[in-house]
């Protein structure tokens, strides 16, 4: 992720829109991994997809732990 952000340090402005759109995959994966989880089992193609129902149980947790200790606040770059 740095080095992909690292093509933005000249526009503010995108690094803003690149910090929104981080925050945003965050939140989507973990809304698609907590509605896999509530479901009694997952098919096939799911668990193909998403794993076995452990694997998702642990990647919502790692997703979860990153949402946590996302900054809300933008900081440039090259601070």
Known sequence: MDGFASGFQESIKKQESLHI?????????????????????????????YGTRKQVENRLYNLLHEL??????HTKAAE
Do not use: D, G, P
Request: charged content about 35%.
């Open 68 to 73: 946590e200790e996302f900054s809300l606040e």
């Open 21 to 49: 759109e981080v925050f945003l995959k965050l939140v989507t994966m973990a809304h698609t991994h907590m509605m896999l989880l509530e479901k009694e089992s997952m098919n096939r193609e799911q668990e193909i997809r």
